[in-house]
């Protein structure tokens, strides 16, 4: 009997700090999606850091092809009605709509609110990425706004300034518009509504009801679509070109401007050295404008079972020197607003014309017509107008059904 | 040899379980979807429409459009994927030096992913930094750069080239394989009758190759009747419609406005028409394959 | 047949055509080779340069070191032999059965396999990455294997079974009346003389793997990954790098057009056999 009990109670002994023992051991495992441009870039020092600190929490970073954005988003989406989806991703605000619809998104307000490094995001960036119902499903991660390169040189060959409003632009674009130099480096691919909204929507084009067929819009638009048709400042190639075309004939020099952003800043500047520079995208007569906001952030998953871990490596991410490491991985801009006060991962110019730029930051509905328009509508009616196979009246009327009906 | 019933059931077997397990319901699914009305990020206001997507495509421009582009694409691909394939073949068949050399080149098209071929026909067009307008200009031929991509008259048949480059190799190798069945005697009767080349070719070698050709241009018409790839890497269906086919409209009304129960009746009218040009085809030209 | 024409007639239609319609083959392909040896400074400029000033290999040695690309060709190369293996495996018994038996369901069965062939793939892609999912075999070899060799299969079998309906029955005859089974006919003479068709087959099968995307991309995660998606790795949202792109394209070219350098005689062969009329 003695042995029994002693058997028994060493036996009893030895479970406890086994029981404790395998709680420590089985770690929590956070999927989540990414996509970078350059392949050669890898999360692994960062999970290394962040795994370090958080001890129990492990990371496994998928990289998913980006392939114009339809790879990735088909892939999410695919995963989500599966029922495969990570916990976090990599999203757009574009997207969030549909997210949103497929109650795909966990709200994330509850763990903000014991956030401490929340507050070094300013309040303008949180308010951009809040859900219409007003919760916060998104982190803001990194985010680039467009501006408008211009040559330096060739501006100052023809001794002009660089625009500050359209009517400068339209003076600008016809004195530097020579010897096979196009004006400007129009985008009509997919993608290319950015440089449309600045014009069109920044001249006073909106997206509400009616708001693509008020007298103002139209006349925007069709300034816009004559200074293709009838001026000439675009490149007969505009209508199908896609950023990878007005950055490479920029660089090359056939173009004077083009509106891009700081993303390929380096680029233009191993090409160009000196001899390219940016501006805020034109403006009207009254200050007013619209340039777009290129945004990214992270989200969790309402299906995932480790929310919180998920959202702790979220959160890591965007937090300080994080965020800066981040962004000299994927050649954006940081969140944060420690990280912004001593960048230096692009050439001053180009980061004082982002923060000029920020005033006129706009993004696109949050309606689950956005990404169609973004990559079939607009394009297809953009191209038709600057071919004349449609007029601009009636391109802007298209774009008043896809939304209002 | 007498076979039992069950004998050619167990041949078919792996094949036909495989398929079905792998495409049949998937297709089936796509069957279903294309009577309903089925908007993949709002699954809850999914409804059955039974042959409301038919009637919308019958009516919608798009499809008509998208519909027109596909037959000029098909017959044009496929027609001058074959006669440039034949031309192949029948040199590739006479005696030259270097010949093995220039049968394994002339694959090389086959060989490279779609996804390449889009980007590098595409660069190749390039308005100002392609190489075709480089060497036009240089040789004389066309004064200014030619945009042709983004042009209506010249941007599908910009894409149709990329196409023919890719597929001519196939038809090339199946043909040249053929030219070797021909037993020597058909063309001594056809010399010492006194028929010329062009004769030759047309009463001895052609009908001896019918059965490949036939094959050849059934299969390769379904791939390309179907294929969107390199269209969607070089244009995305633009300038505006005018490299709209209908698979293409098909991916994008499913992948861009994610109504998948119109992509899916769009995708099954693709399928009709094909079966119903296959049978046509069938019945008229490859009876034997059947026989 | 005699060749009787004059050598410069010969030239000019033989060896001329030839030459144009294989530099029309090679032409971008060599573009291609051209932009891969070149300096990132010297790709993409106005106007185009054709040699490089300056030749490197720099991007073969990233793509090796730096990326993941040599391991994707592994994974590519496992992919398209598994596919062939189990396409033939598959289409070479039911192309036997369509050839040598007859009965009521060979027509609607042979047309069906037809019918496969024109559903567009792109429309199922996601249903069946719901079912890989539910087979538990995404981010496998087994499962991109299987969705390859389903849409190789159709083809194969149209094929394998004009090549089976040129040999003749009196071979299968011929096996039994010396006591063989039909299974050891099959194995001992119908086979080895139906190689050729299976080797041309094969080929095919592994072309189409090789080269094959959509499905890839879909049913591939971190631990495989096919060339294919690799290369699509380097175009990214704000960048091309054409120079990693180059390199590898013309890397993924290599192994088929050697596989067909090495067949090739035996390719024509073998497509030979198949349309020979008994």
Redesign the interface.
């Given at each position: 009997m003695k042995r029994r009990t002693v058997l028994k109670s060493s036996a009893a002994a030895l479970a406890v700090p086994m029981v404790g023992a395998s709680r420590a051991q089985s770690p929590t495992t956070v999927r989540w999606w990414y996509?970078?441009?350059?392949?050669?870039a890898s999360p692994a020092s960062l999970i290394a850091k962040f795994e370090g600190e958080n001890p129990g929490i492990k990371v496994q970073a998928?990289?998913i092809?980006?392939?114009?954005?339809?790879?990735y988003y088909?892939?999410l989406?695919?995963?989500l009605?599966?029922?495969?989806a990570p916990d976090c991703a990599m999203v757009k605000l574009g997207n969030q709509s549909?997210?949103l619809?497929?109650k795909a998104l966990a709200p994330l307000d509850d763990l903000l609110a014991g956030w401490a490094a929340r507050r070094d995001i300013s309040e303008n960036l949180w308010k951009m990425h809040r859900a219409p119902d007003g919760r916060n499903y998104y982190v803001p991660l990194q985010y680039v706004v467009l501006y408008l390169y211009y040559r330096a040189d060739l501006f100052a060959a023809a001794g002009v300034q660089p625009p500050r409003t359209f009517d400068d632009f339209l003076k600008a674009a016809q004195a530097v518009q020579k010897g096979g130099v196009s004006a400007f480096g129009m985008r009509?691919?997919?993608g290319g509504h950015d440089h449309w909204g600045s014009f069109v929507l920044g001249a006073g084009a909106n997206f509400e009801p009616g708001g693509m067929v008020s007298a103002r819009a139209l006349e925007a638009n069709r300034w816009f679509v004559e200074l293709g048709t009838k001026h000439k400042l675009f490149?007969?190639?505009?209508?199908?070109?896609g950023?990878?075309?007005i950055?490479?004939?920029f660089?090359?020099?056939?173009t004077a401007m083009t509106i891009h952003?700081i993303?390929?800043a380096n680029?233009m500047v191993?090409?160009l050295g000196d001899k390219v520079s940016a501006v805020p995208v034109p403006v009207g007569a009254d200050g007013k404008g619209w340039t777009s906001f290129g945004d990214e952030s992270n989200a969790v998953f309402a299906a995932s079972k480790v929310k919180e871990a998920a959202f702790k490596w979220v959160a890591f991410l965007s937090t300080g020197e994080h965020n800066v490491a981040f962004n000299a991985f994927t050649?954006q801009l940081t969140v944060t607003d420690s990280g912004a006060s001593k960048w230096n991962l692009h050439p001053k110019r180009f980061v004082d014309a982002t923060a000029a730029s920020t005033a006129l930051m706009g993004t696109l509905p949050n309606s689950?017509k956005t990404?169609?328009f973004t990559?079939?509508v607009w394009?297809?009616q953009m191209?038709?107008a600057?071919?004349g196979?449609?007029t601009p009246d009636a391109m802007m009327q298209a774009f008043e059904r896809h939304f209002h009906g | 040899m007498r076979s039992r019933p069950v004998e050619p059931l167990l041949f078919l077997l792996p094949a036909l379980l495989v398929t079905a397990a792998v495409i049949l319901y998937p297709a089936l699914q796509t069957v279903w979807l294309g009577l309903h009305s089925f908007v993949l990020f709002d699954p809850d206001s999914m409804r059955f429409v039974g042959l409301g997507n038919f009637s919308a495509i019958v009516a919608d421009e798009l499809f008509w459009i998208s519909l027109s582009n596909s037959v000029i694409w098909v017959v044009c691909a496929v027609g001058l994927q074959f006669a440039l394939g034949l031309v192949t073949a029948l040199l590739l068949n006479q005696t030259f030096a270097g010949r093995s050399l220039a049968r394994a080149l002339v694959v090389v098209p086959w060989a490279l992913p779609s996804v390449i071929i889009g980007l590098m026909w595409t660069w190749m067009y390039d308005l100002n930094l392609g190489v075709f307008n480089d060497l036009l200009m240089r040789v004389g031929l066309i004064d200014a750069p030619v945009a042709w991509l983004a042009q209506p008259g010249t941007a599908l048949a910009a894409v149709i080239l990329a196409l023919v480059w890719q597929g001519f190799p196939f038809f090339a190798v199946m043909i040249l394989a053929g030219l070797q069945t021909i037993p020597s005697e058909h063309y001594e009767a056809a010399a010492m009758d006194g028929a010329s080349r062009w004769q030759t070719l047309r009463f001895v070698t052609l009908p001896a190759l019918r059965e490949v050709i036939a094959t050849a241009l059934l299969l390769r018409t379904i791939w390309v009747a179907n294929s969107l790839d390199v269209i969607l890497v070089m244009t995305g269906g633009g300038p505006g419609y005018e490299t709209h086919t209908l698979p293409l409209y098909a991916f994008l009304k499913a992948y861009s406005a994610m109504e998948f129960g119109y992509a899916s009746a769009l995708s099954l009218v693709l399928t009709l028409l094909l079966l119903g040009a296959v049978a046509f085809y069938v019945r008229r030209v490859a009876r034997q394959a059947l026989a | 047949m005699i060749d009787r024409r004059s050598r410069l007639r010969r030239f000019v239609e033989v060896e001329l055509p030839i030459a144009l319609i294989v530099a029309f083959a090679l032409g971008p392909y060599v573009w291609m080779v051209m932009t891969s040896i070149k300096p990132e400074a010297e790709i993409g400029t106005f106007p185009p340069s054709y040699i490089p000033r300056e030749a490197t290999f720099v991007h073969y040695e990233t793509l090796a070191a730096r990326t993941s690309f040599l391991g994707n060709l592994m994974n590519s190369l496992i992919v398209a032999l598994g596919a062939v293996a189990v396409g033939l495996g598959v289409s070479v018994p039911a192309a036997y059965a369509f050839s040598r038996f007859r009965f009521r369901a060979r027509n609607p069965l042979l047309v069906g396999f037809l019918v496969i062939n024109m559903v567009p793939v792109v429309l199922l892609i996601i249903p069946l990455f719901v079912l890989m999912r539910q087979l538990g075999l995404l981010d496998t070899f087994v499962g991109i294997v299987m969705g390859h060799a389903t849409f190789a299969i159709p083809f194969s079998v149209w094929m394998m079974t004009s090549y089976f309906n040129a040999l003749p029955r009196e071979l299968d005859e011929a096996a039994t009346v010396d006591g063989a089974s039909r299974l050891q006919a099959i194995r001992l003479v119908i086979l080895p003389l139906a190689m050729p068709g299976i080797v041309t087959t094969g080929i095919y099968i592994f072309v189409t793997s090789w080269n094959e995307y959509l499905f890839a991309m879909m049913l591939s995660g971190q631990n495989v990954r096919t060339v294919t998606v690799a290369l699509q790795s380097f175009i990214g949202e704000f960048s091309i790098q054409w120079g990693l792109l180059t390199a590898g394209g013309t890397l993924v070219a290599i192994p088929a057009t050697v596989l067909f350098l090495i067949i090739q005689r035996r390719l024509v062969g073998g497509l030979t056999s198949g349309a020979v009329k008994s």
């Open positions: 996509h970078f441009d350059n392949p050669q998928e990289s092809p980006w392939g114009g954005g339809n790879d088909t892939r989406y695919a995963a009605v599966a029922g495969n549909r997210l619809q497929m009509g691919g997919g490149p007969i190639s505009a209508p199908t070109d950023f990878r075309q950055v490479d004939n660089k090359a020099g056939r952003h993303g390929s680029e191993q090409a050649g689950t990404a169609d990559r079939t394009p297809q191209q038709r600057l071919l196979q449609t | - | -």
